[in-house]
């Protein structure tokens, strides 16, 4: 049976040029002469600035009808469907976290309070305040000092030993990262799909592998804001025995199971009560993390809009959003097989990130990176040279 309706012009908005050819097309049908009708006149006048109204006004009637699609929603019509027809709200952008390491090699004491610390990080201008009160005693080192970036979302990311400027004066007291600090931008459309897609399959009553990850990825913190779980993986052992692997964009989940103070508990205790069936042991666990350090040496036009180091700094972004897309377990080419980080995609993903990149070495890995199940990539050190070189006679002409 054929449709009465094409879809797609119900999803898709008519221009007002559009609009407008349909009305003198039904005015020529009905006998009304419009040739003669000289540019200005009122009545070409009226027709076009009713184009205009009914063309603005086919844009609002296709985006309604979008939004009753998960599919072809989008932006606030998708936040909207997701919330008021699959439950599911969209994840806000996260203030990036992490550790600072102090050395003082003076003699002063310093004592601050919460915020009372400000650091920058010289490659993205972000800056970070410390999350809690701690104490610099002379000639000392305190590492675990926890930060938070003043500005939400993924422009906040400082690799490893980028965060190394002292904002507040601290005499004689130098500071470092020794592990990145990661933040998130807003959720993006296709990972809100895919959450709720999840949410179909915790509606079972038999515990599908969907429910599981369904309420990972949906476990919230007693203040409402997400626990920050991306990556599931599932594996049982065929005796009633049910293993979550959980990771978030930038690792493993911090935490312990039974302690609802922690992410980890958290997310168990969301697994427990909303995918597991009553015949099934789930267990919750951190996924292990396995640190992949890159090493790379490009060679790449001089007429890129980067400098070296802003070439860098692309990389870099590249490589981590990559890694945060990495499932638990690796790729595999084919279902049961091993997973891998495979050393191809590494040099894919760098060399796509510019594309006056003519030239591409990578000496780590040296090889594609095996993980076992339960396994989570890690972006670890990673350390670049870029090398800017003139065209050859005649580029570009």
């Not at 879809?7 to 097309?25: C, G, H, R």
């Not at 932006?75 to 919330?83: F, K, N, Q």
């Not at 697994?271 to 790449?300: F, G």
């Amino acid at each position: 049976m054929t449709s009465i309706f094409d879809f797609d012009t119900l999803i898709e908005p008519a221009t007002a040029e559009e609009v407008q050819a349909k009305y003198f097309a039904i005015l020529g049908a009905v006998g009304v002469t419009t040739t003669q009708w000289s540019p200005g006149s009122v009545l070409r006048t009226y027709i076009s600035g009713t184009s205009i109204l009914v063309a603005s006004l086919s844009e609002v009637m296709a985006l309604m009808t979008r939004s009753g699609y998960l599919e072809f929603s989008e932006g606030d019509w998708l936040t909207t469907v997701a919330h008021y027809v699959y439950g599911v709200d969209r994840n806000l952008a996260t203030y990036a976290t992490g550790k600072l390491t102090l050395v003082n090699a003076g003699g002063a004491l310093y004592t601050l309070g919460p915020g009372d610390l400000i650091v920058r990080c010289p490659v993205n201008n972000k800056t970070y305040r410390n999350e809690a009160a701690f104490t610099l005693n002379p000639l000392a080192t305190l590492t675990d000092v926890a930060i938070i970036a003043i500005e939400a979302g993924a422009d906040s990311t400082a690799a490893t030993g980028e965060i190394n400027e002292l904002v507040t004066s601290l005499l004689n007291v130098t500071v470092t990262n020794p592990n990145p600090v990661v933040g998130d931008d807003i959720e993006g459309d296709p990972e809100l799909r895919d959450r709720c897609y999840s949410k179909l399959g915790s509606l079972s009553p038999f515990g599908p592998w969907d429910a599981y990850r369904y309420a990972a990825v949906n476990a919230t913190r007693a203040d409402g804001s997400n626990c920050g779980v991306t990556r599931t993986q599932n594996d049982r052992d065929g005796y009633g025995n049910q293993w979550t692997y959980v990771a978030t964009d930038s690792g493993g989940v911090p935490g312990t199971v039974g302690d609802l103070n922690t992410d980890l508990g958290i997310v168990d205790d969301a697994i427990q009560r909303k995918a597991a069936p009553l015949c099934v042991t789930a267990h919750t666990v951190s996924a292990n993390e396995v640190t992949v350090d890159i090493t790379y040496e490009v060679w790449m036009y001089n007429t890129a809009s980067y400098t070296p180091a802003q070439a860098i700094e692309v990389i870099y972004d590249a490589l981590v959003a990559m890694f945060a897309a990495l499932p638990i377990g690796g790729a595999a080419i084919t279902p049961g097989a091993p997973g891998y980080v495979y050393r191809d995609a590494i040099l894919s993903e760098i060399d796509a990130s510019i594309p006056e990149i003519f030239h591409l070495q990578v000496t780590a890995p040296g090889a594609d990176v095996l993980l076992a199940i339960g396994d989570v990539p890690v972006l670890g050190a990673v350390t670049g040279v870029v090398h800017p070189v003139p065209p050859t006679e005649g580029f570009g002409g």
